[in-house]
């Protein structure tokens, strides 16, 4: 009975490590960090197309299907930008003074439970979750689920709908990113009501 006890003991321990392990991870994109430069994130991720200095922008129509002709190519891009094994509908990445900011990946809806399963996976339970039902135009509800992650280095959350039920998204946010638009938010909501 002891070496059950010790057995159960230690297999406690090692999936507590794990899950501490996998939960204490850094919020990265694609294991790029966030504050990361431009210029890095150029190097990295060469089918994206980028301004001189503040965003990078990638759509499989646009920027694999036009340049790669040959099928084993083109497949090789999409991999190259496959988002938790998933592809993404087109991914945004927006810099500042001090690096890489925010990263917004749209999602079809039909991969949120995988991508929210993987994401639990990685970074451990969600720090919030959220359900709400939406509506349409046409009156059909749809049940909407948010998962965010906050942590030291960042903030990610995955939504199944994210402004409206065609498409979700995952977004990673630096946590200065995350501070500046909570005060930007609670300026809006403190002048809401002046502006009725």
Request: aromatic share 12%.
């Amino acid at each position: 009975m002891r070496h059950v006890c010790e057995r159960i003991a230690l297999l406690f321990v090692i999936s507590w490590g794990a899950w501490a392990q996998s939960s204490s991870e850094d919020i990265m994109f694609k294991g790029f960090p966030l504050g990361g430069s431009i210029e890095d994130f150029k190097q990295r991720f060469p089918d994206f197309q980028c301004t001189a200095r503040s965003s990078c922008f990638f759509d499989a129509k646009i920027h694999c299907i036009p340049r790669y002709r040959d099928t084993s190519e083109l497949l090789s891009c999409r991999k190259r930008n496959t988002y938790g094994a998933v592809f993404p509908r087109s991914v945004w990445a927006y810099f500042g003074d001090s690096g890489l900011q925010r990263v917004t990946v749209s999602i079809s809806p039909t991969v949120f439970e995988g991508l929210e399963r993987a994401l639990r996976e990685r970074y451990g339970p969600p720090s919030m979750e959220n359900r709400e039902t939406l509506q349409n135009r046409m009156g059909a509800t749809f049940e909407n689920h948010r998962s965010t992650w906050v942590k030291p280095s960042g903030v990610l959350w995955i939504a199944k709908y994210a402004g409206s039920t065609e498409g979700g998204s995952v977004t990673i946010m630096s946590q200065e990113e995350w501070d500046k638009n909570k005060q930007r938010e609670e300026q809006r909501r403190q002048s809401a009501p002046k502006d009725l």
